[in-house]
Structure formats: C-alpha cells, structure tokens
C-alpha cells in the first residue's frame, strides 16, 4: 500500500484557498448589509466610490431619503456585492441621485461645523 499525502488548499495558496473564500463571505456580507438597509428605507440606490488602497466606498441613498454608506475592500468585490444585493447603481453621484438625499439637522450641522454654531469636531 502507497503512503498518500494530502495537500491541503486553504493553506497552499492555490485557487479556492482561504483568501478567495474569505473575499466571497464579505461580498455577501456586505450584500446583506445593503439588503438590510434597503428593506429598512423602502428600497436604495447606490454609487459606487474607488477610495485607492483603502477599497471602495458604497454610497446608500434609501427610498425614504435617509442615507448611509459602506466600504468595502476592493472596488471589484463592492460591485459584487451590490449587483448580489439587486439594488440601482449610479456612476455618478449627481444632482439627480443626490437629491433624493434627506439631510436632518444633525448632518447640516456636522457639514458647517463651527462656521455657523454647530458642533465642533473635537
């Protein structure tokens, strides 16, 4: 009888390893988030950001107005996860998405800072 070794492909790098089953539970991770937060809004809308290094961020805009934002690792994997979550996406962040946008006065305030008496950033 042979002696048979196996290799085990989590740790050897090869393709289907622990890195590509890592990036595949965070594009669904992510995806649920975005699925959480359009069901909690009424449906979204997204734009997707290249941030460089850091990844990508994942702007949210719900039905309601309110909205929020993700990053993710890579712009590849936050395009994943919001094709996977079947939401809109935007190219752009422009006037016609933007103002779905609804600000409160905490946000109008964080946005002027101390210009015009709202809080300080420290």
């Known amino acids: ?31 649920g988030r975005i ?11 997204a734009q997707v950001a290249y941030l460089g290094e850091r990844g990508a961020r994942i702007v949210l805009v719900g039905a309601d107005g309110a909205w929020g934002d993700l990053v993710a690792r890579t712009h590849a994997s936050a395009l994943k996860a919001v094709e996977q979550s079947g939401i809109t996406v935007h190219e752009d962040f422009d006037g016609e998405f933007a103002a779905k946008v609804t ?4 946000e109008w305030s964080r946005m002027a800072g101390i210009q015009v008496g709202g809080p300080s950033n420290t």
């Open 35 to 45: 699925g959480s937060f359009a069901k909690a809004h009424g449906g979204a809308e």
């Open 1 to 31: 009888m042979a002696d048979t070794q196996q290799v085990d492909t989590e740790q050897s790098g090869a393709k289907g390893g622990w890195a590509d089953r890592w990036a595949a539970y965070e594009v669904t991770r992510t995806a």
């Open 103 to 106: 600000m409160g006065r905490y």
